[in-house]
C-alpha cells in the first residue's frame, strides 16, 4: 500500500471523528474500519489498526478506573483471563479466514453492529434485582469471553456490547 496525501485526507479525519464518537457514546470503531478499508488499508491490517487505537484507549480508561477505585477486582480479574482467551481465539480465527471471507462478512455485520449500538443506548430497563456473588462471577466471565471473543475477530461496539449486557443482565440493587 502506498502512503498518499489522498490517503490522510481520507484516513485522518474519520479517525479523529470516531475518537470523538468514541469518547462520547462509544462505537467509534464503526467509522475507523470503514475508513481503514476505504484508504486502501487490508482487511487484517485495518482490523490490526484499529484495534490498537481502540487498544490505547481502552488502556487510557482502565487506568483512570483503576485510580479512582471503581473496579472490583473480585469480578474483574477472572473476566480479563476469559477476555483474554476470548480475543486471542477471536484474532486468530481472523489469522485463518482469507481477506475476501472477512470482507464479505464485515459488509453485514457493520451495519447491523452500528444499529445495534446506536439503539440500545437505555441501559436502565432492570428493576432492582439481587443475584448472587457466583452467579455474578459465572455471567461476568462468559460475557467476556463471547465479547472478548468478538473483539478480537472484529472489535466495534465491544465496549458497547460489554457494557448493555453487564448492566442488562448483572445489575444488583
Known sequence: MELTIQTFLIVCPLVFLAGLVDSIAGGGGLISLPAYLLAGVPMHNAIATNK??????????????????????????PCISMALVGSFAGAHIALLASDKILKWMLIPVLPIVAFYVMKKKNLDDNSNVEI??????????????????????????????????????????
Open 52 to 77: 490498537l487505537s481502540s487498544a490505547t484507549g481502552t488502556a487510557i480508561s482502565t487506568a483512570r478506573l483503576c485510580k479512582n477505585k471503581f473496579v472490583d477486582w473480585g469480578v474483574a480479574l
Open 132 to 173: 448472587s456473588r457466583k452467579k455474578q462471577w459465572i455471567l461476568c466471565a462468559v460475557c467476556s469471553l463471547a465479547v472478548g471473543c468478538y473483539d478480537g475477530f472484529y472489535g466495534p461496539g465491544t465496549g458497547t456490547f460489554l457494557l448493555i449486557l453487564y448492566t442488562c443482565l448483572l445489575y444488583t440493587s
